[in-house]
Every structure is written in structure tokens, then in C-alpha cells.
């Protein structure tokens, strides 16, 4: 089978950010600022650096920031000529040229699987990616990009995963697979959110996925689960059943931003690295009284 070129990437953003009220009462949780951008920045430009050249936001109420982020902001850019702000002005430009955008509202946020079941129009008969705004990779080579090359040498749908503290299972989707080259598995069984006696590994799915556009029909026909929610991992179950699935353990730092513990640690490390303000935060952290 011929690896068809992956140029699409679907984002679910119409979740309701729960975990970080009260702060995305009224605001997008991924449009919270890591360090000088927002969350969704950083996924969208890892999808751009590795080759995708259109952007599905799969959106919902309240998500209109997001739009706006991405969009043309005329007032705010003559502002910046007129003060001869150049190099902001460029950063501007730059956010909203940077990829072709196109938005699709998800009425109820119904599951990660419904989310792109919402894209299948715009995908058509392609395989495509999904990436999730609230996963952060910090990697030297795009995490997305690691799996496109994955990608060429088994044309099917990939799942990035990560291994994970045993303890930590019931959290994440896990696999059951079998190693076929360094850091690239055959999935044998997928499992949502094991306890850790019942989980078949501790190697964890994570917000990055390949997926083949049979993955739409396995969607379609996939029963709703707790909460009413169509689960992404109950249609990969589905799709299992007729062609194979792959893993690949990515090289590269994954932060869970979604999570207030984990933005934290993201902030943190970010700002260290920040090439402004990295030395004056590293040197601030240092004469902290922990």
C-alpha cells in the first residue's frame, strides 16, 4: 500500500475546559497563555512544521477567540505600523498566514470521537491527523512530523504513545501490542482508561494520531459510552477489526496543559527556555525560599 501525502489535521476545541474553572468559564482553555502564546498555538505550529497545510477547528460555544486568533486583526496591525512595532506586526501577520483554517461547531461536546466524526466532510477520503490543543510536545523534530515518517513505512493509522507510571493507567487510553522496531508497536488491543491491575501495559495514547478515513464509518457506528460520549478509542476497537494498527513512543517531552499542575510545569520549563527572559527566570527561581 502507497502512503497517501497526510496535508489535514482535525482539533477537537469544543471540550469545556472543566478542569481549569473558573478561569475558562468564559474563555477558551486553549487560548490560555503558555509563556507569550496560546496553547493551541504551539499544536498548530508543530502541524505546520510538518507538513500539514490545512487545519480543521472543530469548535463550540464560547470558542470564538480561537477564530479570532487565527484571523486577520486590521485594527491591531496599523496600530502596530503606526507605532512602528515591526517586529510584533510580523508576528501578527504571521499567525494568521501561517496555514489555511476551517471551522466546523460540534453543537455538544458528545466525546474525542464525535469531535471528529464532525470533520468527515472536509476530510473526505483521506487519511489525516488529529492533534489535541492541550497536549504539548516539546520535541527537537515535531512529534506529528515523527509519525509521518512512521507513517511512510506502514501506511495505516498511527497513535503516538508514551509510557506512563503504571498507577497513572486509568487516565489514558492504553495499548496492547507488539514491538516490531524500535519504537513502533502493533496494536493487538486498545483499552479506555484501565486500573492499573486491569491495564495490558503502561504504554498510554496520547493527543496525537494518524488516522485512516475508515475511521469515519467505525465512528459512526460506534455506541455511545459513560456520559453519552462517543469514545475515539471505541471506534479504533471498530476499525482494528478490518486493517492494522500502529504505535510509535515519540522522542520528546509531552506536557499535559490541560491540567493545572501540568501547565504549571509547561510555564516553568517554557519560560526557562524563553531566549528574552529564560536567564532573568532562571536566576529569579534560584533565590526562591522552597
Known sequence: MVAIQITKA???????????LPATKASPKEMMPLVDKPLIQYVV????????????????????????HFDVAFELEED??????????????????????????QKKALGLGHAVLTAKRVVGHEPFAVLLGDDIIDAETPALKQMMEVYKRYPATILAIQRVPKSQTKHYGIIDAKKIEDGVYLVKDLVEKPSPEEAPSNLAIIGRYILMPEIFACLENTRPGKGGEIQL??????LMEKQPIYAYEFDGIRHDAGDK?????????????????????RTYLKKLKL
Open 10 to 20: 482535525v482539533f477537537p476545541a469544543a471540550g469545556l475546559g472543566t478542569r481549569f
Open 45 to 68: 505550529e508543530e502541524a505546520v512544521s510538518s507538513g500539514i497545510e490545512e487545519v480543521v477547528l472543530v469548535t463550540g460555544r464560547n470558542k470564538r477567540a480561537i477564530e479570532d
Open 80 to 105: 502596530l505600523k503606526a507605532k512602528g512595532k515591526h517586529k510584533l506586526l510580523s508576528e501578527v501577520q504571521r499567525i494568521a498566514n501561517m496555514v489555511t483554517f476551517c471551522y466546523i461547531r
Open 233 to 238: 478509542t471505541d471506534g479504533l476497537r471498530l
Open 261 to 281: 499542575l501540568g501547565f504549571l510545569k509547561a510555564t516553568v520549563e517554557f519560560g526557562l527556555k524563553n531566549v528574552e527572559f529564560g536567564d532573568a527566570f
